[in-house]
């Protein structure tokens, strides 16, 4: 029996997977969270094979708690579900410890079938971005602006977009405000960027908000 938690802050969405796993005879659901916290503090008390998690989710986000995940002594396997079908959200995933990448208008036989791939120790793409990424990740001079962004400054941006102050986000990251407004001014000239707005503006355009 393959042990699934489910992270994901959308009851509707988060019944709606757990649903679907229901139907599988090999599949059980052990726990969920609606929250980063939530996440990691029931991870220390439920063993499972598989985390299905949610990248948009309030406090610690899903590229935020995924190294997380991947340092605990006996770290199950991260499969992201996003509503984000691009490539480059995708291999910033995989490249931070995920095992799978799928998205929420894949296919509901798909879903199950990467949560038994990525329990088994393998890896998934959703089909529809794999071409994506061979063509997309990598290659410098089709490479958007915030492929260039570090990781603590796409936790930045992110939290920038969803309308979160500096000092709320220092909270959240647990780092001084001083350092956050040094990653704000520099994501912004990373992307072209003069305010907020102009950031919210690239995140509608390029399908991260």
């Given amino acids: 029996m393959i042990r699934v938690l489910v992270a994901e802050d959308h009851t509707i969405v988060r019944e709606g997977i757990k649903q679907l796993i229901g139907l599988a005879k090999d599949l059980l659901v052990v726990g969920e969270a ?3 916290e939530q996440l990691l503090e029931t991870l220390r008390h439920t ?3 598989v985390v299905l998690l949610d990248i948009s989710m309030p406090g610690v986000n899903g590229l935020e708690a995924i190294p997380r995940i991947r340092a605990l002594s ?3 396997a ?3 579900l996003s509503m984000h079908d691009e490539a480059q959200m995708a291999a910033r995933a995989l490249k931070i410890g995920a095992a799978g990448y799928a998205t929420k208008d894949s296919d509901p036989a798909l879903l ?3 949560i038994r791939k990525v329990a088994a120790g393998g890896r998934y793409i959703d089909p529809d971005l794999a071409d994506r990424m061979v063509f997309e990740v990598g290659l410098t001079d089709s490479r958007p602006p915030h492929a260039q962004l570090s990781e603590r400054e796409f936790s930045v941006f992110e939290r920038l977009v969803q309308g979160e102050g500096v000092n709320e986000i220092a909270l959240h990251l ?3 405000s001083k350092t956050v407004s040094t990653h704000k001014a520099r ?3 990373k992307l072209g960027s003069h305010s907020v707005a102009d950031l919210v503006k ?3 355009e390029h399908k991260l908000l």
């Fill in 112 to 114: 199950l079938t990467a």
């Fill in 34 to 36: 609606c929250n980063g």
């Fill in 47 to 49: 063993p499972c094979e």
């Fill in 78 to 80: 991260v499969l992201v």
């Fill in 187 to 189: 994501l912004m000239q």
């Fill in 202 to 204: 690239y995140a509608m």
């Fill in 174 to 176: 647990s780092i001084s």
């Fill in 74 to 76: 006996n770290p199950p």
